[in-house]
């Protein structure tokens, strides 16, 4: 029935577009000098609800395709300047000459631009998906991410096309563990989010080692004066939630100001479930386990983010920015409660572990931007450096009892650690563009250095009795250096558009364990080639071929030796052991009329950096770590719909049919390999409706369904998420109040098995996904641009004469 109805929703567009047409033309400044990537926009006439919308080339030139018949507005915007409206009417296809953009401050009493861009458009080489003035971007920015088409969220990992996902501020990497970058985006506020860029396979400007990308860009402060809002939301999941924030803009022709505050006082709840049968020589099941998890988080969460934008000049822009994110007494207990039955299914014994951590977190970045528009028009240099300070402190105390059936106490087993981390992160830029005739050249330099130092202590007040062994407490320290440089060529033809890249990197590791008595150094420099070319195929269609190789570098947090233990038999562990991997990827696309694109991939991995889970049958354990896979492939075809269905009900429909495999060492099993694979359906479905003429009513819907997928040694069951959200603005945009429902069916979360030889295991998490959000924001001071009608006469139908 589901997929009916993504079936349905889907093929719909298909049945009902007619006739259409397309606007070609430029946007320049008032100097006469082109504007590139510049937004252009086609608007309806009553409301001024965006139709379509697109982004010049770098040229400045644009083209809007498969617009239906119909009066509209034309209107450019770029960085804070704005078009006037210029009414058209569409019977044909036209070529305009240039619209001119100007200061939006001598615009202000011109026109009102209420449209707003597609909740999603898919481009070239990514998808963009916009959650400014949304239901969505009322929540915080991990419930943005986790909702972006074509991410799918895997044991708290965001991963695309199963390949996990860097998560990018700004075109700047968070360079911070998944764990610790979830962190940071609950506490980031959504109202700061103007789109969010989900990249599969990005340029050769992004580093090597970032197979897929999420860059959020936050929302630029283009009107002059002072504006600011403070808002509240309330969360019902198993417990209520809440939060409170606070924002504040300023900006004059020197100087934009803008800070934010937000706190995020939460109680969450995580439940699951485990089963582990354990495997004798003779293939027999000895022993089973099942396992029941309930957690419970307390936490403080608050962050402060500031950005700062400085003018000198006409060509000089200076940006400082920095966000601060602090956990203080944050609280996580572990009740975990265990029936182990002998091969026949009897009762032999239970156990009952309470396992509770305190932590304390502190997260401090800081960024320096300097740009500088040089003599050659749309020529200019950027630089960059940051700096980031993260400092965690963790002390977790463990306790398991254990009872006979009759429910008569057996023995106790109790432990206690002490964890630190502190890590410093410090990264450097330079960028040059220069545009040439018929394309582009850029370059860039850049540099990043990570150390960490990480202690564990483990403390066992049972006299060291098996099987926990005191020893491996330790101290961790990692150093990593990378050094970068990139260009990339582009150059465009009537029909062909080519672009070669090229990055090359010089990498040094060396990571040491007290210990273990271990030292990892890796140095390598390796180079990383890009390629894109694409085709016009007549006015409307086109075909495009990139490819990329990249690097999977392991991560600090994976190579750190130290474990973390749920009870004495169930614990996760790092390898130090763990080398780089590299991958190639390809990519063919095929577009129809900007409206449907066909995708078709393969993704050589390499010795993938995976998630593995192993069970020691003769110790009853059961281990999680990082392994090097010996091999890895994934291919796909992909289909995308974006259109409208008509003035107040947009679609976005992306489906997928794919293959992964991952062949990896089986450590505890009689064979030596294992190959896991499946072949799987992702299909998301998103509907964007206008429920008011005047545009201040709307909503959205939208599903996800996965049939299955991997997760290291393991498959995952079938996932389906089905979102609601209604919003309302209020007294002439002054309030803004939201209302969403997610996970309305309960089954975003699926079971995870892993079934091989001796290994037979499973796992169901079940975190808040699904839950009731209320949210309300007020906005005070210059919030909009002044209101002032504008009359469509027919005197007023010209066109703007042809270049």
Known sequence: ???????????LPLAITSQTFEVNG????????????????????????????????????????????????LQAKYFGYLSLLVPLEIKSNLKIGALVLEPIEQNLNEVVVTGTKPIIERKADRIVFNVENTVLGEGNSWDILRNAPGVIVMQDNLEIRGRNATVYLNDRKVQLSPLEVQEFLKGLSGEMISSVEVIPNPPASFEAGEGSILNIRTKENVTPGYKGNVRGQYTQGVFPKYSFGTSHYFKNDKVGIFLNYTI?????????????????????????????????????????????????????????????????????????????????????????????????????????????????????????????????????????????PAGTFLRNFTFATDAMQDINIFTSRVDYYLPLESGSFETGIRGSWINTDSGIDYFDVNNNLPPFDIAISDN??????????????????????????????????????????????????????????????????????????????????????????????????????????????????YTIKDTYFIDVYYRDNGRYISTLTFQDNENQILRESKQNVQKSTSYGLDFTISTSINNFWSVYFYNTVFYEDETFLAEESTIDTYKNSVTGYYGYLNNTFSLSKDGTFTGDLSFTYLSSFLF?????????????????TLWNNRGVISLAGEDLLGMARGRLTSRYANQDNSLRERPETRFVRLGFTYKFGNYRLNNNNRSLRKSELQRLENE
């Not at 000895?286 to 309930?294: G, H, L, M, V, Y």
């Not at 601060?324 to 409660?337: A, G, H, Q, R, Y």
């Open 26 to 73: 430029s946007v320049r400044d008032t100097d006469g000098k082109p504007l590139p990537y510049a937004n252009v926009m086609l608007l309806q006439v009553p409301d001024s609800t965006q139709v379509k919308g697109i982004s010049a080339d770098d040229n400045g030139k644009f083209s809007l395709k498969n617009i239906e018949p119909d009066v509209y507005y």
């Open 476 to 589: 961790f320290e990692y150093r990593e250096g990378v050094y970068a440089l990139y260009g990339i060529y582009s150059h465009d033809w009537e029909k062909w558009a080519l672009k070669l890249g090229l990055r090359a990197e010089q990498t040094n590791v060396e990571s040491f364990s007290i210990t273990l008595q271990q030292i990892n150094k890796q140095n390598y420099f390796e180079l990383f080639p890009s390629f894109y070319l694409s085709r016009k195929l007549g006015e409307e269609n086109s075909i495009t071929f990139d490819y990329s190789r990249k690097i999977d570098r392991p991560k600090y947090s994976d190579l750190n030796p130290f474990r973390y233990f749920l009870n004495e038999n169930n614990y996760l562990e790092g390898n130090p052991n763990l080398v780089p991997n590299f991958s190639h990827n390809f990519n063919l696309n």
């Open 264 to 404: 995020n006082p939460r109680k969450e709840f995580k439940s699951g479930d485990g089963r582990v049968n354990f495997i004798n020589d003779q293939d027999e099941v000895f022993a089973r386990w099942n396992t029941d998890i309930e957690e419970t988080i307390r936490s403080q969460d608050q962050q402060l983010n500031l950005m700062f934008d400085y003018k000198p000049s006409e060509r000089d822009l200076l940006n400082f920015t920095s966000n601060l994110s602090f956990s203080p007494n944050k609280e996580i207990v572990n009740e975990i409660s265990t029936e182990m039955q002998n091969g026949a299914g009897v009762l032999d014994s239970t156990m009952q572990t309470l396992s509770s951590i305190d932590e304390d977190m502190v997260n401090l970045s800081f960024d320096l931007n300097y740009e500088r528009k040089l003599k050659k028009e749309g020529e200019n240099l950027k630089a960059n450096v940051h700096y980031t300070y993260y400092d965690l402190s963790r002390l977790q105390r463990g306790s398991s009892d254990y009872f006979d």
């Open 712 to 728: 290291g040694s393991y498959k995952v069951s079938e996932i389906a998420i089905l979102n609601v959200g209604l919003r309302k």
């Open 1 to 11: 029935m589901r997929f009916s109805l993504l079936f349905v929703l889907g093929i």
